[in-house]
């Protein structure tokens, strides 16, 4: 009977350091993503869907839309990456990649160094979110 016992609180007290521990994972990721995924734009007179990481400061999260250089981001060399979902990436006559997470045999995942140009639109489609880092 007292091994019965000990047992149940060793469980119970299993089961609430787990559930302690997946709280603290909860608010710990809301508030570093609060804090990197920060609202801001090149320019304050277009905020859409831009977020800049003040970790790295030349960094971008695009989601979904039309982007405009010199207006929503700064003119440049990039590196893109996918940081989910799939869509297509496009800048007329400068790219046209279907970017994505999951199959690699469909989606390309990153491109290096591309430069746009001010006045260059950037489209992206669906549910894709990708990561801009300017390199120079």
């Given at each position: ?55 790295l400061p030349n ?33 007329d006559g400068k ?42």
């Amino acid at each position: 009977m007292k091994n019965l016992n000990e047992k149940k609180k060793n469980i119970l007290a299993s089961v609430l350091c787990i559930l302690v521990v997946t709280l603290m994972v909860v608010v710990i990721s809301k508030f570093l993503s609060s804090k990197l995924l920060s609202k801001c734009c090149y320019d304050d007179s277009s905020c859409k869907n831009v977020s800049s990481n003040e970790f790295l400061p030349n960094s971008m999260l695009l989601s979904s839309g039309a982007y405009e250089c010199g207006k929503d981001f700064k003119e440049g060399t990039y590196d893109i990456t996918t940081a989910s979902g799939q869509g297509l990436l496009f800048c007329d006559g400068k790219i046209k990649l279907l970017m994505g997470v999951g199959d690699i045999e469909k989606y390309q995942v990153n491109c290096s160094g591309v430069y746009f140009n001010k006045g260059e639109i950037i489209h992206i489609s669906d549910d894709l979110v990708l990561i801009m880092v300017k390199v120079e």
